[in-house]
């Protein structure tokens, strides 16, 4: 069987030396020294002040919300997984969609000016598959109407946009370290902002809002513990490699796939990309159903990602993204993971070819 990603995992006698510390000395969780590594080691990495190690990406996308106190409405991306546009809702917003751009699946800043009035609080916009959105007009937008930005980069660890990693852009970043995602600690997410307000409230609301016996805020436990920031500490000094390899199999598929009729989402702004996933567009979702089918045959799995555009989920206000429901019907993320051969790359290409042609 091959999955549309297997998780990379280390040497094991790599990870043992670090559950060897932890059998030793018992400190399991609550900003223990792993922990405590592998933020300072994330923070230098992205060029950030301020970097919050948590739970899972999505959790911090509702920590984010918090921390700007956004009310009212938040300007969004039809074009994401559905956990962006649950964190909006699930802090009482209201998610506004604006549709994306067909080039890079990201939000089209072109279109948001027109969807603000006098209750938008923020722009909510996910690094789709990895590519920047346009981090620059974005702000010159929320700086004329004083807006906060959030940046969704569950994707976006370790593209550079200008020679900046991603994730320092924006008011508040978040990312994903999910088993899938290229850069993962099993379970985990992270957050960072170079604003020394809202990193403290970031800090206490990760820990229930107090700090021993002082209550500050309201809170949360968005903490994780010392086995998955051993596993991040054990795969942080591997991006390189890991973006490496990504690219390679990237370049395969461009070479196996030439000449058919399909698109791959792209930048035209000045990047390092990451290669997080390997989306193609088929020219209808005819098409890419067939594909699929194709593929299962062969005990292959690529994920429809991101289907179905989240502005025709039923429990949001309906806004027509064109744009969007389009794109959503007709992508199809293929495998890509370090360990993928290039005879497997052969093998899923052909099916599409015998498919396609
Ligand atoms: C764009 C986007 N945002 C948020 C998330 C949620 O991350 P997590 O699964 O770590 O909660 C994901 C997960 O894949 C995602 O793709």
Redesign the pocket.
Known sequence: MINVTQTYLPPLEQYEKYLKELWENRWVTNNGKFVQQLEADIKKYLGVKHFFFCT???VV?QMAIKALQLKGKIITTPF??V??VNSILWEECEPVFVDVKASDCCINDALIEQQITPDTSAILA?HVYGNPCNVEAIKKIADKYNLKVIY?G??AFGTTLNGKQLLSYGDVSTC???A?KLFHTI?G?GIMTNDDVVARQLYLFRQFGHVYDEYFSVGINAKNSEFHAAMGLCLLPEVEKFIEKRKLVADWYAEELKGLNIQIPHSSLNIRYNHAYHPVIFESEKKLLAVMEGLKTENIFARRYFYPSLNSLPFVKKISCPVSEDISSRVLSLPLFYEITREEVELISSVIKKILN
Do not use: I, K, V
């Open positions: 899972n990406g999505t996308l994401s997984y956990a962006t996910t969704d569950a994707h994903s370290f999910h899938t379970e997410g």
